[in-house]
């Protein structure tokens, strides 16, 4: 096809576990509904708390990797945000308010985190 691009598939992984949707700690690697995006940085991250499960996590553009996990207080199911601070560092917000709808751990949280300097 002259004039188009070729598409193809980089990667594909599951994101999120079932463990916080079950009474019981599942392990399963099947993952779970997302219901906020990701948000991007200029350095080749995606970081993503949008799913059903009580983690923010970061992934490499380029691999697909997963570089960077943390655990939430309560559901993050929303995208997370991103601001440059008085300190010239850039931080990603997450809020930690859970979702009624989907049953996940309810709370009132705002967590910042800072990127590393490179």
Do not use: C
């Not at 576990?17 to 948000?39: A, E, H, N, Q």
């Not at 940085?41 to 960077?68: I, P």
């Amino acid at each position: 096809m002259r004039g188009r691009a070729r598409r193809e598939t980089g990667y594909r992984h599951v994101n999120g576990k079932v463990r916080d949707l079950s009474p019981l700690p599942l392990p399963f690697k099947m993952g779970v509904p997302g219901i906020g995006g990701p948000i991007l940085t200029k350095g080749g991250l995606a970081f993503l708390s949008g799913t059903l499960d009580d983690d923010v996590r970061g992934y490499d553009l380029r691999t697909g990797e997963q570089r960077w996990r943390a655990r939430l207080p309560a559901g993050g199911q929303a995208t997370p945000s991103t601001y440059l601070g008085a300190d010239g560092r850039q931080y990603r917000v997450v809020v930690a308010g859970g979702h009624g709808s989907t049953g996940t751990k309810a709370g009132d949280s705002v967590i910042a985190y800072a990127l590393q300097d490179r």
